[in-house]
């Protein structure tokens, strides 16, 4: 595909979590045969990228995050012609492939650690992160793994620890040797030949661990110790500049933001680092801090931060969060309104929409009502710790069913055939009940549904320059449920109102008028005044207003 400059700010990207997609051999586990049936749903749906997570070699600890050889095909997913034909028919399509590239660590079965702990001389000895005990046998620091228990493990044959900020089969790769590096790139250039348009690069801000005392060794996680250290900059540029650049290929990090300062280091053009960034934040966090306030602040800040020359990844949803209706908007009475209004704020701001898998069909969180149901290594962990710090068991999984990481990776909910018609066997994680009435087979078909709803927010964003490229203004209160913003381009301005909340609000603007033109909306016969919208429970609208007029 060619790539123009500036290509991946006009895309919609979809998120694909292949393990829950589709199963196109009859196993149980969705694979890329599967994922290449339902490439007429994409196109139907209308984005123009599809980001996979991880399909590369694995042993799936942490389903494909720890990555056993990059050059090859996790076997339960298919073989390289089958990624192949997938490549192909999307690019038939007009459908970029964008892979999720995972170089912080790799699988400690891959044959870089395999040789790396085997002794303290091999040829491999500095690939990965080693250290000498501390005086008293034990770890070097007393940094936790961000799945629980200690970021060291210590390896007999070799007297010594190596570090890993996820499992302890995820050792972290050391950047700073100069043929792991090398070893990495020539991974980034094989996908570049293949034809690859573009890379989510995943938990890139702690290549520089800081280890010689410029990280806070006292700090419990050695992910925020240590994290956007001067290393990290420096090697992400040297890869960008190397890899990325000469085919102009579209790159969205998943990093650590905590001031404007660091989105600035990580997405100016400027700095030469990425195109967007994907700001990590825990899901626990998430569930415990959004607020509509939190949305109204953050937005406005980063727009500002980021106007010149920066740009956005727009996302509620991934794998690694709850799912985005059950969190953010209300899974039961307005499910509907919810979602459609979620989808509507999503694809309004400013920046690239990012649609995850199902979210396009309003799919809910399922809360697995065992923890023998759970697959997620996350989940797993963060139950046990509650259990030996003393918690009940209902309490405990209930806590887990809040937060896993498994609500997002359910199956894709197909039709209304067994198993929502992802697989004909068992699948590897149970299907959401509520597929009969929550299903794309079904959405397809109403005209009414989430899914042609989201179709019709790609269809205007396809259209109409101003949703894209658009300045952008917050409007209203800061306090309250409602967002409001403008989007003005020459003589075009929007005006979009979403209310995240079940209260009847009336939000008042000057530019409104009972004839305004509305774009689209959730409710069938908008209530529009002079200067005021009466909105109701989730009600989210777009009209064109005339600033011309005051
Ligand atoms: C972030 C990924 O999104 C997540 O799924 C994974 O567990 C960690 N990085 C480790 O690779
Ligand atoms: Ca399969």
């Excluded at 959004?290 to 509620?316: H, I, M, Q, T």
């Excluded at 400013?350 to 309003?362: A, I």
């Excluded at 068991?393 to 018609?421: C, F, H, I």
Aim: glycine share 8%; proline share 5%; charged share 30%.
């Amino acid at each position: 595909m060619r790539h123009e400059k500036d290509w991946y700010k006009d895309q919609v990207i979809y998120q694909i979590y292949p393990r829950s997609f589709k199963d196109g051999n009859g196993d149980g586990i969705g694979d890329l045969k599967g994922m290449a049936e339902k490439l007429d749903y994409l196109k139907e749906l209308g984005v123009t990228a599809v980001w996979m997570s991880p399909v590369y070699a694995s042993p799936n600890v942490d389903n494909g995050y720890d990555i056993s050889d990059y050059r090859q095909i996790m076997e339960e997913f298919g073989t390289m012609e089958d990624w192949e034909r997938f490549r192909d028919g999307a690019h038939e399509r007009g459908i970029a492939i964008i892979m999720d590239l995972v170089l912080n660590h790799s699988s400690d079965r891959h044959q870089w650690f395999r040789e790396s702990k085997k002794s303290r001389n091999n040829p491999f000895r500095d690939y990965y992160i080693w250290r000498d005990p501390a005086p008293d046998g034990g770890a070097p620091n007393g940094w936790l793994s961000v799945f629980g228990g200690s970021a060291w493990e210590y390896v007999e044959e070799r007297g010594q620890y190596y570090l890993h900020f996820f499992a302890k089969e995820q050792p972290d790769l050391n950047w700073d040797n100069d043929e792991t590096r090398e070893g990495i790139f020539d991974i980034i250039r094989f996908w570049n030949e293949k034809g690859v348009d573009g890379y989510r690069v995943d938990a890139i801000s702690y290549l520089d661990k800081g280890l010689d005392g410029r990280a806070d060794m006292s700090e419990a996680f050695g992910t925020s110790s240590c994290a956007n250290l001067e290393g990290t900059h420096r090697h992400i540029k040297d890869m960008v500049k190397k890899t990325i650049k000469p085919d102009n290929l579209m790159t969205v990090g998943e990093v650590i933001i905590r001031n404007d300062q660091d989105a600035r280091d990580y997405t100016s053009a400027a700095s030469g680092e990425f195109d967007m960034a994907i700001a990590f934040v825990p899901p626990i966090v998430e569930i415990k801090t959004w607020s509509p306030e939190r949305f109204k602040r953050e937005v406005e800040e980063n727009y500002e931060c980021l106007k010149e020359d920066g740009w956005w990844a727009r996302f509620l949803s991934n794998h690694d969060k709850p799912r985005q209706v059950s969190l953010y908007g209300d899974d039961k009475r307005y499910w509907k309104e919810s979602a459609k209004m979620l989808g509507c704020y999503l694809h309004t701001l400013p920046g690239t929409p990012f649609v995850y898998q199902g979210e396009e069909l309003g799919m809910t969180n399922y809360g697995l009502p065992s923890i023998e149901d759970y697959d997620d290594i996350d989940t797993k962990n963060y139950y046990h710790t509650m259990i030996q710090e003393g918690a009940a068991k209902e309490e405990a999984l209930a806590q887990a069913q809040s937060v896993s990481r498994d609500n997002a990776r359910t199956p894709m909910q197909w039709d209304e055939s067994p198993n929502a018609g992802f697989s004909p066997s068992r699948p590897w994680l149970p299907v959401n009940p509520n597929y009969t009435q929550i299903n794309a087979r079904q959405q397809m078909e109403d005209p009414d549904s989430i899914f042609q709803f989201y179709q019709k927010l790609i269809v205007l964003r396809k259209e109409n320059p101003v949703m894209v490229h658009g300045d952008f203004r917050l409007c209203g209160p800061k306090e309250g449920p409602v967002i409001a913003y403008t989007r003005s381009l020459g003589e075009e301005t929007w005006l979009a109102v979403h209310n995240f909340s079940d209260r009847e609000i009336w939000f008042e603007h000057e530019n409104v008028s009972e004839d305004s033109l509305v774009i689209i909306s959730n409710y069938k016969d908008p209530k529009l005044k002079e200067g005021a919208v009466q909105l109701r429970p989730y009600e989210t609208l777009v009209i064109r207003i005339s600033l011309q007029s005051n």
